[in-house]
């Protein structure tokens, strides 16, 4: 099993640690990238991702080693600490380089086999609004299971979470890990993923966009295809 872990800060705090805790537990090869260390470019709003192709981004090359790593993950992990109640401006900044991969747009087949889990920590609240933000390119992309932790840790370090925290995060992220083992090699998309997917096909057999069209119709999806069977 492959793991792939975005983190959306760059300092090894609370979240770093549940996030790397949690990859270390699933197993098998993993691979970490921490944002804006390893990618730090914003979206500039050119379109050509939509209207032509993804690699007429500007940033597509800087882009590519994480691109390829999740495309490679059999789990994706994307982890952010919680600022002002949301995602970092660096996790932000990053998902929106994927607005092609929407299910609206050209989502990638892979995708709807995948797990994926969000995780968030906050000295006080703010989990599920920063979760939700990182759940919300998961779904949309497609991955077939998807997964959200958040910990209050009343902590602004890790070295500051107490004993029963830490021991708290260590069964959650142990009973997690086990989750996604067992369903290795066996995910399908749920009722809400099939259900939006229906609505894209429906409206990609009119032709939204030229590109994303011509994509559906190449993948057969306009038809009785679906990306999740075989």
């Known amino acids: 099993m492959k793991t792939v872990i975005i983190h959306g800060q760059s ?7 549940v996030a790397h805790a949690l990859g270390e537990k699933i197993g098998g090869a993993c691979r970490e990238f921490f944002l804006p260390r390893d990618f730090d470019r914003f979206c500039v709003g050119c379109n050509q991702c939509f209207m032509e192709d993804e690699k007429n981004c500007p940033h597509y090359e800087a ?7 999740m495309d490679e993950a059999d789990v994706i992990i994307l982890a952010s600490p919680v600022y002002v109640y949301h995602a970092t401006g660096a996790m932000k900044a990053f998902l929106d380089h994927y607005g092609y991969r929407w299910m609206v747009h050209r989502p990638v087949k892979s995708m709807f086999r995948k797990q994926g889990v969000c995780i968030s920590t906050a000295a006080g609240a703010g989990l599920g ?3 939700k933000d990182m759940a919300d390119s998961l779904f949309f992309w497609g991955v077939g299971k998807i997964y959200r932790y958040g910990k209050g840790v009343a902590a602004i370090t890790w070295k500051g979470v107490s004993e029963k925290k830490r021991a708290s995060i260590d069964r959650a992220t142990t009973a997690l890990a086990k989750k996604i083992r067992k369903r290795y090699g066996r995910v399908k998309p749920g009722i809400r993923t099939r259900v939006w997917f229906f609505a894209m096909h429906l409206m990609q057999r009119k032709g939204f966009n030229e590109r994303d069209a ?7 999806w306009t038809g009785r295809k679906r990306p999740w069977r075989s």
């Open 63 to 69: 882009l590519a080693p994480i691109t390829s790593a």
């Open 214 to 220: 011509k994509y559906w119709n190449e993948m057969g």
């Open 129 to 131: 609004s920063t979760n």
């Open 11 to 17: 300092h090894k705090g609370s979240t770093y640690h």
